[in-house]
C-alpha cells in the first residue's frame, strides 16, 4: 500500500501504521479512510496529501 504526504505540514500517512488516535487501524489504504478524515497535525482533508513516490 502507497503512503501519502501532506501538502500542507508533510505529515506522512503510512497504511502499516494507520492513524491510531484518529481511530484508523493499522493496515487502512489511504483510499479507504472516511471522507470526514483529516491530517492529525494540520487539520487538512484527504484532497490536500499526495502520494509518495
Do not use: N, Q
Not at 22 to 43: H, K, N, R, S
Amino acid at each position: 500500500m502507497k503512503k501519502y504526504k501532506c501538502d500542507v505540514c508533510e505529515w506522512v500517512y503510512d497504511p502499516a501504521v494507520g492513524d491510531p488516535d484518529g481511530g484508523i487501524a493499522a493496515g487502512t489504504a489511504f483510499e479507504d479512510l472516511p471522507d470526514g478524515w483529516v491530517c492529525p497535525v494540520c487539520g487538512v482533508g484527504k484532497s490536500d496529501f499526495s502520494p509518495v513516490e
